[in-house]
């Protein structure tokens, strides 16, 4: 017996009685277990469906592409509300870019003494990757949540069944337009924010340092090649062609109704930022293999 038991009278259990007296696994625990195997299964099952789906109907359009006459008048509509109606947002998102960026690499710049290349390197950084990810991220968002609210709508009114019924071919008419407008939009965007964002550092240089246009541009045209600016421009119409059939392929099978179409059009906006971010790392190192200087 212990100093501590003969002082309080009080007899403590051996390791062996509280290790038998100690808690043992019940039932419920197991069954929490079994549970989260079972969640991260299908989640996992899920994920290999959807990324299945999208192959399937990726390649279902490229087979289409084949098969003239297009929807020409279409396609332009679709154009129209992705590009023309996206303009004041990648217009604000373009000249803060080049401003920002400006801003919080001037102070690194001149502890360097490396002021004059703030400009070269603003155009190097938004024209390589800060203007395609960020455009087409925030536009997957507000693009490609709209087609699959959009088309998620037209599969719970049944208008997409009625096509089917009609002869039409819902797939050529809703998916293949949308699809083609993305591709050309995201592009055509991608440059409009490049020159925005070349406006915004300016603008900046010219308050702080005064800088003129001319030896902006200069500088500029001085610190960049072709190389420098064809690769960010390229990889838009991947990204466009993401953001157009991941917002396709989740309203055109939208399910549940109405409270289907909000969460395709939730689905649709995380699935395909989180897609352009990983083929962003497959480009940069493409990109890095074509031109490694």
């Keep these: 017996m212990s100093e501590y038991e003969l002082q309080t ?3 403590m259990p051996s390791s062996e009685e509280a290790s038998a007296n100690g808690p043992k696994p019940t039932g419920s625990g197991t069954a929490i277990s079994s549970k989260q195997e079972e969640e991260s299964i299908g989640g996992w099952a899920r994920s290999l469906t959807l990324l299945g789906g999208l192959w399937l109907f990726g390649v279902r359009f ?3 592409l084949t098969r003239p006459p297009y929807e020409f008048r279409e396609i332009v509509q679709q154009l129209n509300a992705i590009g023309l109606r996206s303009m004041s947002l990648v217009t604000v998102v373009g000249i803060v870019i080049g401003a920002v960026l400006t801003m919080q690499s001037r102070p690194t710049m001149l502890k360097f003494g490396a002021e004059a290349f703030i400009p070269v390197m603003v155009a190097i950084s938004v024209m390589r990757e800060l203007s395609p990810v960020l455009i087409s991220v925030i536009l997957s968002g507000r693009v490609g949540a709209g087609i699959a609210a959009e088309l ?7 208008q997409i069944d009625a096509m089917d019924v009609s002869a039409l071919d ?9 699809v083609v407008a993305c591709m050309v939009a995201l592009p055509l965007l991608c440059i409009y924010a490049d020159f925005l ?5 300016w603008i900046v240089e010219k308050l702080d340092a005064g800088m003129s246009i001319n030896l902006f541009i200069n500088s500029v045209q001085a610190g960049t090649e072709f190389s420098d600016y064809l690769p960010g421009v390229a990889k838009t119409i991947f990204f ?3 953001i157009g059939i991941v917002g396709c392929y989740e309203g055109y099978n939208s399910k549940g109704g109405t409270e289907g179409v909000g969460k395709s059009a939730t689905d649709a ?8 971010i990983l083929l962003d790392v497959l ?3 493409l990109t890095l293999m074509l031109w490694p200087t």
Aim: hydrophobic content about 45%; cysteine-free; proline content about 2%.
């Design 9 to 11: 009278g009080t007899v």
């Design 62 to 64: 490229f087979k289409t």
């Design 152 to 158: 998620g709508s037209m599969r719970a009114t049944e």
């Design 170 to 178: 819902p797939y050529k008419l809703l998916v293949f337009t949308r």
């Design 197 to 201: 964002a070349l406006v915004g550092s």
């Design 240 to 242: 466009g062609f993401t």
């Design 269 to 276: 906006a995380v699935t395909s930022s989180l897609l352009i």
């Design 283 to 285: 480009f940069v190192k």
